[in-house]
Structures are given as C-alpha cells and as structure tokens.
C-alpha cells in the first residue's frame, strides 16, 4: 500500500503522485482516472526496479498537508 496525494493541475487535470517513490507521477480527467493511472505507474515503477535488482523504497505515510 502506498500513499499518494491527489490535487488538480493546471491544466483541469487531476495530479496523483506518491511521494515514497520519487518522480512517479501520474494525471487523469477525472479523480477516479488519476487514482487508477497512479496505481498502474506505482506497479510500474516498482517492477523496474525489482528487474533492475534495485531497492524499493519503503512506504513512511509521512505526509503532512497544511494551509498557509
């Protein structure tokens, strides 16, 4: 299980990105469409690094959100 954190872009799309897993970003229409790209690019990401024998990053749920 990851964290990920859902905003809306500039663009009217919605950004879905996990922060434990640097640079995997994903977009969509649609909330729901950005939550299920983001999954596809987090067991992407993953199954790189796993053929690259390379270590997967743990999973912190160490976000904080405030407003300022």
């Known amino acids: ?3 990920v954190v859902i905003y809306p872009g500039e663009d ?3 950004v879905a ?10 977009q969509g229409k649609t ?9 596809e690019a987090i067991q992407g990401y993953i199954s ?4 690259d024998h390379l270590p997967v990053p743990e999973e912190r749920f160490e976000t904080l959100v405030i407003a300022v």
Request: aromatic fraction near 6%; include cysteine.
């Open 48 to 51: 790189v690094l796993k053929e």
């Open 17 to 26: 990105e996990c922060p434990s897993l640097p640079g995997c970003i994903s």
């Open 1 to 3: 299980m990851r964290q």
């Open 12 to 14: 009217g799309y919605w």
């Open 31 to 39: 909330r729901e469409e950005a939550i299920a790209n983001v999954k």
